[in-house]
């Protein structure tokens, strides 16, 4: 599977995804780590995680198709909804709470 595809395909499958470095149990750097936290505050129990640190395709991949420079990044619903400091400022706000109630499961 071409790694776009892979990345389109985990967007697609599941309702909230997270590109991070690490994993949710050992985030591998602060800004993954408080988007974990920040997910979990919200309740979210079917994140899936992406740990870019073991490809480095998709570590550039998930760049491309979301055109985002940074890495951790979030989907919801198959839409990217930002990085740490977006995911941070729409919790801070209650916009993330009110999009992830949206999702099934």
Known sequence: MEVKEFIQKTITDN???????????????GFSARAVQILD???VKNLVTVNVLEDDEVRQGVKEISNWPTIP?????????????IVYEM????????LLPQVPG
Do not use: H, I, R, T
């Open 15 to 29: 309702p909230v995804v997270l590109f991070m470095k690490g994993s949710a149990q050992f985030p591998q750097c």
């Open 41 to 43: 505050a919200c309740g």
């Open 73 to 85: 990044q979030l989907y919801v619903n198959g839409e990217f909804v930002g990085g740490s400091d």
């Open 91 to 98: 919790y801070q706000n209650g916009e993330l709470q009110k």
